[in-house]
T-cell receptor, first 112, second 109 residues
């Protein structure tokens, strides 16, 4: 157990639907990052939160949004889902803005 | 923009040594990290190099040459459990890590 908790582990949903992925960072970590990993692709950065505020945005689609709550857990909302959104979504956390990342076990999203 | 290049696949024999290279083109480079990911698993942090030279952690070592925009991960005494994907990632200041596409290492008997 890495200390970063992601739920659910698996999600199957239909095109056009909306889903919410949840992440609880490791205790004491203030930074939360969301990455998308498609088949045979590297980890594509989506968005980062630091201590409740959005810190950086990557190639995140307008259909996707995220937030970090006062208890530092984060949610990634994916709407109007398309087949191409099927991927592994990882959450990672770090103590500050530097240092190694600790990844959660990921949510495997399948859009059918 | 940034780009990282690493081989897509490497095969090596159990007990041998393998080197996985990573070249990068970035601006504002701070350091190079390596992560390991087993099939179906989460990436796990292996090493971080901010300065030129070799960092050793057990069977794994990581090297960085900032002047050559190049680094590598060296795995010694390969074991079957080392079969995994290995990602290099660059740190650019306080911005989130940018990952390469990964190298799939297969260790064969």
């Amino acid at each position: 157990d890495s200390g970063v908790t992601q739920t659910p582990k698996h999600l199957i949903t239909a095109t056009g639907q909306r889903v919410t992925l949840r992440c609880s960072p490791r205790s004491g970590d203030l930074s939360v990052y969301w990455y998308q990993q498609s088949l045979d692709q590297g980890l594509q950065f989506l968005i980062q939160y630091y201590n409740g505020e959005e810190r950086a945005k990557g190639n995140i689609l307008e259909r996707f949004s995220a937030q970090q709550f006062p208890d530092l857990h984060s949610e990634l909302n994916l709407s109007s889902l398309e087949l191409g959104d099927s991927a592994l979504y990882f959450c990672a956390s770090s103590v500050g803005l530097e240092g190694g990342y600790t990844f959660g076990s990921g949510t495997r999203l399948t859009v059918v | 923009g940034q780009s990282l290049e690493q081989p897509s696949e490497v095969t090596a024999v159990e007990g041998a040594i393998v080197q996985i290279n990573c070249t990068y083109q970035t601006s504002g480079f701070y350091g190079l990290s390596w992560y390991q990911q087993h099939d179906g698993g989460a990436p796990t942090f292996l090493s971080y190099n901010a300065l030129d030279g070799l960092e050793e952690t057990g069977r794994f070592s990581s090297f960085l040459s900032r002047s050559d925009s190049y680094g590598y991960l060296l795995l010694q005494e390969l074991q079957m459990k080392d079969s995994a994907s290995y990602f290099c990632a660059v740190r650019l200041g306080n911005t989130p890590l940018v990952f390469g596409k990964g190298t799939r290492l297969s260790v064969i008997a």
